[in-house]
Structures are given as C-alpha cells and as structure tokens.
C-alpha cells in the first residue's frame, strides 16, 4: 500500500492550496495522520497532524492557516493552506501512523511565488 499526495502547485503569495493524501489500498488501525514539508536544503519538519480523526496540532508556523481534516471514510487526510507566504514553499508529504506500521507520501511540491 502507498499513500499518493496531489494538491501542489505553483501559487501567489496570499493564496490557498488543498492537498490531498490517499492509500492506494486499505489501511487498518490508522491512528495517526500527519504532514510533514521539507524546503531545499533543510530538514523534514512537522506541519500538522491529527491523530484518531479528531484530535489536530499544527506547527507554530501554520497555526490560524493551515487547517487538516479527514474524509468521512476517514481513509484520505486534506490539508487546506491558506494565506500563503513564500516561507510555505517545500515538498509536502503525508504519513499515517497504523498497528501495522508507517506509511509515507511520495511528497507535493508547493511553490510561492509571485
């Protein structure tokens, strides 16, 4: 099972992107879905995560504009990016935390700019 990322794309400065991240198959117990984004040059960093569908915790740098949330199959894991800046810029990945084990996204690139 791999989990497929899609949403990024080249946006201004100010605008708004939804990510999406699917399984390409079933995927019991998961207890924990999270993003991660990683820019050029620097290390992966923690974005927001939400954790058995209904607890959220964003990083300090999102809080007030990123906002994650689940499907109502609780199977794919959005993530909306508004107001964004050029400090937003970076390859997005998703991961879910299962019983069975850690998944992780092929990554999103998200450009701001103008």
């Known amino acids: 099972v791999q989990l497929q990322a899609s949403g990024g794309g080249l946006v201004e400065p100010g605008g708004s992107l939804r990510l999406s991240c699917a399984p390409s198959g079933r995927i019991s117990g998961i207890r924990n879905m999270a993003w991660f984004r990683q820019a050029a040059g620097e290390e992966r960093d923690f974005v927001a995560n939400i954790v058995n569908r209904a607890n959220t915790r964003y990083a300090d740098s999102v809080k007030g504009r990123f906002t994650i949330s689940t499907d109502k199959t609780r199977s794919t894991v959005y993530l909306q990016m508004n107001n964004l800046t050029h400090e937003d810029t970076a390859v997005y990945y998703c991961?879910?935390?299962?019983?069975?084990?850690?998944?992780w996204g092929q990554g999103t690139q998200v450009t701001v700019s103008s």
């Open positions: 991961k879910f935390d299962s019983a069975w084990g850690t998944y």
